[in-house]
């Protein structure tokens, strides 16, 4: 709904409009009344410097000191056609550079289809007329190289963009690869008789005569002074978006900004590694320090995620691929279908991510970059994705301890204190429910032994229940056999970040889980260890320290001989306990 009264940059919604929105052609009877609930609730969120009106028959929003990201970016696009139009290439390629660089990812993600229906397909073809602007630019800048990874990316994803294929002949041409030209044309030519029944039209056929005629110039500066190099290119950034608040790490991203901040001759490539259980928040606070620590590498910020959504880790090749398709690259050796080769088939994998690694040093080459590598399995996944440059730093997210990450400051993440864990859960749900019940507020906390991700599940099923007591989910939580069914909500789940762990693990580690649930959440040796387990206390102790390192088992201190004592978080313990219920221990990865 928010969404929506912003889109109509202050105009008055109907009811009938939001309704439809909202619902589409069928909704529910209630509908009235919950648009008046929803305006009510946002009116509080937003505060008093964001107006919420009511005009018959709607509603309107009035945010004057406010900045929406969609005006900006038509503002930066007006700009960058008036200079476009006034021959001032340099000055209109930054500025519809940056108007995209507000785009991340698809436009209004997260709201209803109806919502998404109504207004993506002008957003993005807005977005895509600011993109063929942003290239004519750079063509005349004599860009032309560069581009032509971009474009080829482009015209595989819009076939039928007719503008697109035409500045990819453009710029093949001017590469000197004018046979590479001539069959994108074709390839189009093809593509708009298959699936449109028509011809190319005037910008593609006239594109294709000046190509076979020698007389699609090369460019205004290119190959001559003032010719732009690929230093000029747009700085790539493809951190996610940042967290407005990060609560109870204030220590932690302290820390990490003054190790992020670069140090004269420093010398080497250097790393932080941030570590800790499933759901602490490692990927938020690697993420909240490098937006703000952005400002010191003017190269550009890079993310990556090194695992697949079930914990299964992205091959190598696939992450360097990602990467320097960031760094406007695509390597020739990686293609779509998985396959690999040359343009004589001649290549194997081990000379492809040879080839990719390569590719991927030369483009990092004295490039002042900070990389994020989110979720690491182990060290051998790192080490082709660490730049040389002595003045890149690698921002490490892993669950395992990586022992041989080269040069990196470890950051151990542990669930948070009682009173952080209350102002978190606050963020998410509001005062009102837990103010009306401290009681049912300090089980709650309880219940999710401090863990971000446990505390954003229950908040998040609050802030979805206003009316409903804290009280009714402290009793939900509290029988221990069916609470991490009720610790997941709208995406967020705690036994499916716990399984992830478990995933990369050999397969035996789901036995000794369920064989060492029965010790409790109370410290333990190796040696009771190894009784639970029915091996010998040696062996007993390389499981616990392979748990350890997973972070599904914790080292709370030593005993009066010095031997170390081990606890599980309750969660964990609970998550081990529903392994033996369910018979489903994870195959080996």
């Known amino acids: 709904m928010l969404a929506a009264l912003l889109l109509a940059r202050g105009r008055v919604v109907s009811d009938a409009r939001m309704s439809t929105l909202l619902w589409g052609w069928e909704p529910p009877a209630t509908s009235g009344a919950q648009i008046y609930t929803y305006m009510s609730r946002l009116r509080k969120l937003l505060g008093d410097e964001v107006a919420i009106e009511r005009r018959p028959p709607g509603y309107a929003l009035r945010a004057p000191r406010s900045t929406v990201d969609l005006i900006d970016f038509e503002r930066l696009a007006e700009r960058g056609r008036a200079e476009l139009a006034a021959g001032r290439n340099r000055e209109a390629s930054a500025l519809l550079g940056q108007a995209l660089g507000l785009w991340r990812g698809t436009g209004i993600s997260g709201v209803t289809d109806h919502l998404a229906e109504a207004e993506l397909p002008r957003l993005e073809e807005a977005r895509m007329h600011v993109l063929e602007r942003r290239i004519e630019a750079d063509l005349a800048l004599g860009r032309h190289e560069r581009l032509t990874a971009e ?46 029944g028509i011809d190319p039209g005037e910008t593609l056929g006239s594109t294709y005569h000046a190509v076979l005629v020698g007389k699609l110039g090369p460019g205004a500066g290119s190959g001559g002074p003032g010719a732009d190099a690929y230093d000029d290119a747009p700085r790539p950034s493809t951190l996610p978006a940042d967290v407005e608040e990060l609560i109870g790490r204030e220590a932690e991203l302290a820390s ?12 080497g490539p250097r790393g932080l590694l941030v570590t800790g259980m499933a759901g602490v928040g490692k990927t938020a606070l690697a993420v909240r320090a490098a937006h703000a620590a952005a400002r010191h590498y003017p190269d550009g910020q890079l993310f990556a995620e090194l695992t697949t959504a079930d914990g299964t880790p992205r091959s190598v090749r696939d992450v360097l691929t990602m990467l320097l398709r960031a760094l406007g690259a695509v390597p020739e050796l990686a293609d779509t279908s998985g396959g690999v080769g040359g343009t004589d088939g001649s290549y194997d994998d081990r000379t492809c991510l040879d080839e990719l690694i390569r590719l991927y040093r030369i483009r990092t080459a004295g490039k002042r970059l900070l990389v994020v590598l989110d979720g690491a399995v182990d060290s051998g996944q790192l080490e082709p994705l660490v730049p040389g440059s002595p003045e890149a730093t690698v921002l490490i997210t892993s669950r395992a301890r990586l022992p041989r990450v080269t040069q990196a400051r470890t950051t151990v993440l542990t669930p948070l204190e009682d009173d952080a864990a209350l102002d978190l859960l606050v963020s998410v749900a509001g005062r009102a ?61 705690v036994r499916g970040a716990l399984l992830t762990s478990l995933r990369q693990l050999p ?73 033996g219920s369910a018979r489903a221990e994870p195959a080996r990865t």
Not at 153 to 162: D, K, M, N, S
Not at 256 to 267: A, E, F, R, S
């Open 151 to 196: 474009l080829t990316g482009l015209v595989a994803e819009y076939p039928l963009r007719e503008k697109l294929r035409a500045q990819l002949m453009t710029a093949l041409y001017r590469c000197g690869r004018q046979a590479e030209a001539l069959r994108s044309y074709h390839e189009g030519r093809d593509v708009l008789a298959d699936q449109l």
């Open 256 to 267: 990490m900004q003054k190790q992020l901040t670069p140090v004269p001759d420093g010398g």
């Open 433 to 493: 429910q837990l103010l009306a019940d401290p009681a049912a507020a300090q089980a709650l906390l309880a219940r999710c032994g401090g863990l971000p991700l446990a505390l954003r599940v229950v908040g998040s099923r609050l802030a979805a229940r206003p009316r409903w007591p804290a009280a009714w989910l402290a009793n939900r939580l509290a029988e221990p056999s069916t609470r991490l069914r009720e610790l997941s909500y709208g995406g967020l789940d």
């Open 507 to 579: 397969r035996h580690t789901g036995r000794t889980l369920m064989c060492l649930a029965g010790l409790g959440t109370e410290p333990f040796r190796a040696e009771t260890a190894a009784r639970c387990l029915a091996e010998p206390e040696s062996t007993a102790e390389r499981r616990l320290e392979r748990l350890v390192d997973a972070a599904l088992l914790d080292i709370c201190g030593v005993d009066r001989l010095g031997r170390p004592l081990y606890r599980f978080h309750e969660l964990v313990l609970l998550f081990s306990r529903s392994l």
